[in-house]
């Protein structure tokens, strides 16, 4: 007889290997190669000329303000710029490009060897941007539920696009999120994307394999396709891991593939196989002349590259002597960090400007959608409330409740507390005969607090604030009750 020994199954420890292609939308007013618009939402190819219709006989002629914003944009991510660079044709057949190529660039893109730094842990992580290039958008294919066929509408055809491909640097699906955020608060800062995911002006495409732990050579990527917030970035990524560890766990193969992310299964749906540049037959595009690029024009955009998220951060954090989480959040959007230093020029007291900027104005523009750009309150509006109850003119607890009224009203803070009567009492005679009154209505817990109950002055003071309607100012109040009481 042969005695069988069951072994335990080991399974493989992984590690995940991450790059992310992206595609900022550029913010010009015309197209990348012809002058048509580039307006989001209207109607079905409104926005469309013979150029970036395809048509025989056409000629493209490249964008300048694409350009400038490409530049200023590979500045900031520490790229170097091509002096001499030059675009391609990426040919693919697909029916939202009616070319049946895309107008790219390849061998000479104008960004190179940049990188950013992203948050890791306690610590900073570089990754690395392999090139930055421009090209054009393709058109938008319209499924519609209830037809026989689809449609395909070319607005978008000819858009500007600043394509953005980092090294396989990053490590977990929470890197790829915080390089991604990081990113679009750059180009937004930038004022040369405007970041909306919603729409597809910041689209992204993580790149993913994973590897025995400690092994050198990458394993096969998958594309990731069909992603629009950072939420289901992490969440395609996570599941991507998983699936991938179960097939070479299995004895299986990774295929290398594009796969979109399904919302509502929540998993990742093979797409089609992924192609190698070699599939695209790209080569030089013979409608444009290589685009060369003067070394004095190209540094005199470095001057025009504000100040960038990390670096404000960091200036607000030892200049304003916040919280370095309350520096992140405020500087995340270049309008609220504006908003932020008007208001603080106006009150100096920085953290509490801080907690209003990012509490009661936040959640308002978060409620009705609206731009910081466009808020109803305006610095000096929220200044005002704020310098209110600094002169205890309103109690803090009041200035919260009114502050949607501001907000939605349009009216001033003055103009509210003077109309509901909210006028805090700092009068000591008025607040006298109130805790007179109130002593003689609780001579029990006026004995217990003679007796060393310290905590009954609480009770008292919260008698005071109720018999006053709560317009009584706190401090005055706990003042003149020990006063009263004799602690």
């Given at each position: 007889?042969?005695?069988?020994?069951?072994?335990?199954?080991?399974?493989?420890?992984?590690?995940?290997?991450?790059?992310?292609?992206?595609?900022?939308?550029?913010?010009?007013?015309?197209?990348?190669?012809?002058?048509?618009?580039?307006?989001?939402?209207?109607?079905?190819?409104?926005?469309?000329?013979?150029?970036?219709?395809?048509?025989?006989?056409?000629?493209?002629?490249?964008?300048?303000?694409?350009?400038?914003?490409?530049?200023?944009?590979?500045?900031?991510?520490?790229?170097?710029?091509?002096?001499?660079?030059?675009?391609?044709?990426?040919?693919?057949?697909?029916?939202?490009?009616?070319?049946?190529?895309?107008?790219?660039?390849?061998?000479?893109?104008?960004?190179?060897?940049?990188?950013?730094?992203?948050?890791?842990?306690?610590?900073?992580?570089?990754?690395?941007?392999?090139?930055?290039?421009?090209?054009?958008?393709?058109?938008?294919?319209?499924?519609?539920?209830?037809?026989?066929?689809?449609?395909?509408?070319?607005?978008?055809?000819?858009?500007?696009?600043?394509?953005?491909?980092?090294?396989?640097?990053?490590?977990?699906?929470?890197?790829?999120?915080?390089?991604?955020?990081?990113?679009?608060?750059?180009?937004?800062?930038?004022?040369?994307?405007?970041?909306?995911?919603?729409?597809g002006s910041f689209r992204c495409e993580p790149n993913l394999s994973i590897r025995?732990?400690?092994?050198?050579?990458?394993?096969?990527?998958?594309?990731?396709?069909?992603?629009?917030?950072?939420?289901?970035?992490?969440?395609?990524?996570?599941?991507?891991?998983?699936?991938?560890?179960?097939?070479?766990?299995?004895?299986?193969?990774?295929?290398?593939?594009?796969?979109?992310?399904?919302?509502?299964?929540?998993?990742?749906?093979?797409?089609?196989?992924?192609?190698?540049?070699?599939?695209?037959?790209?080569?030089?595009?013979?409608?444009?002349?290589?685009?060369?690029?003067?070394?004095?024009?190209?540094?005199?955009?470095?001057?025009?590259?504000?100040?960038?998220?990390?670096?404000?951060?960091?200036?607000?954090?030892?200049?304003?002597?916040?919280?370095?989480?309350?520096?992140?959040?405020?500087?995340?959007?270049?309008?609220?960090?504006?908003?932020?230093?008007?208001?603080?020029?106006?009150?100096?007291?920085?953290?509490?400007?801080?907690?209003?900027?990012?509490?009661?104005?936040?959640?308002?523009?978060?409620?009705?959608?609206?731009?910081?750009?466009?808020?109803?309150?305006?610095?000096?509006?929220?200044?005002?409330?704020?310098?209110?109850?600094?002169?205890?003119?309103?109690?803090?607890?009041?200035?919260?409740?009114?502050?949607?009224?501001?907000?939605?009203?349009?009216?001033?803070?003055?103009?509210?507390?003077?109309?509901?009567?909210?006028?805090?009492?700092?009068?000591?005679?008025?607040?006298?005969?109130?805790?007179?009154?109130?002593?003689?209505?609780?001579?029990?817990?006026?004995?217990?607090?003679?007796?060393?109950?310290?905590?009954?002055?609480?009770?008292?003071?919260?008698?005071?604030?109720?018999?006053?309607?709560?317009?009584?100012?706190?401090?005055?109040?706990?003042?003149?009750?020990?006063?009263?009481?004799?602690?």
């Open positions: 007889m042969i005695a069988c020994v069951a072994r335990k199954k080991v399974e493989m420890i992984y590690e995940v290997v991450v790059g992310v292609e992206v595609h900022a939308q550029l913010r010009t007013r015309s197209k990348m190669f012809c002058g048509c618009g580039t307006t989001f939402g209207l109607s079905a190819n409104s926005q469309t000329c013979p150029v970036c219709l395809g048509l025989p006989g056409t000629l493209p002629v490249i964008n300048k303000a694409a350009v400038e914003m490409a530049v200023r944009a590979g500045l900031a991510l520490n790229c170097t710029i091509g002096a001499n660079n030059r675009f391609a044709r990426k040919n693919y057949f697909y029916p939202d490009s009616p070319k049946g190529y895309q107008i790219s660039q390849y061998e000479s893109p104008i960004c190179e060897h940049g990188w950013i730094e992203i948050a890791v842990g306690d610590g900073k992580k570089r990754v690395r941007i392999r090139r930055a290039h421009l090209e054009e958008d393709a058109g938008k294919n319209v499924h519609e539920t209830g037809t026989s066929g689809s449609r395909v509408d070319l607005n978008r055809a000819g858009t500007p696009l600043l394509e953005i491909v980092t090294e396989p640097d990053m490590r977990s699906a929470d890197e790829v999120v915080a390089y991604l955020k990081g990113l679009r608060d750059i180009l937004m800062y930038l004022e040369v994307c405007d970041g909306n995911m919603d729409e025995p732990l400690g092994q050198k050579e990458f394993g096969t990527k998958v594309e990731l396709k069909n992603i629009n917030s950072f939420k289901f970035v992490k969440d395609a990524i996570e599941y991507e891991i998983k699936r991938q560890t179960k097939v070479l766990n299995e004895g299986g193969k990774i295929q290398q593939e594009t796969r979109l992310w399904n919302l509502d299964r929540g998993e990742t749906a093979v797409m089609r196989s992924k192609e190698e540049a070699h599939d695209y037959r790209y080569f030089p595009d013979p409608d444009l002349v290589p685009l060369k690029l003067d070394k004095d024009w190209i540094e005199g955009f470095r001057g025009t590259v504000p100040e960038l998220p990390a670096e404000r951060a960091a200036r607000f954090a030892t200049e304003y002597k916040l919280p370095e989480y309350d520096a992140g959040v405020l500087t995340a959007s270049k309008g609220i960090a504006d908003y932020f230093e008007s208001c603080v020029k106006l009150f100096n007291q920085p953290k509490t400007v801080s907690n209003w900027v990012m509490g009661e104005l936040t959640r308002e523009l978060n409620n009705s959608g609206t731009d910081v750009s466009a808020s109803p309150v305006s610095p000096e509006r929220l200044v005002s409330l704020l310098q209110m109850v600094d002169k205890g003119t309103v109690s803090l607890k009041v200035a919260r409740e009114i502050f949607p009224e501001i907000y939605a009203s349009g009216k001033t803070p003055e103009q509210i507390v003077q109309e509901k009567g909210l006028t805090q009492v700092s009068d000591e005679g008025a607040l006298e005969k109130i805790i007179d009154e109130v002593l003689a209505k609780n001579p029990v817990q006026v004995a217990q607090f003679k007796e060393g109950k310290q905590q009954v002055l609480g009770f008292l003071v919260g008698q005071v604030m109720k018999a006053s309607g709560g317009k009584a100012n706190p401090g005055k109040v706990n003042e003149l009750l020990k006063k009263k009481l004799g602690a």
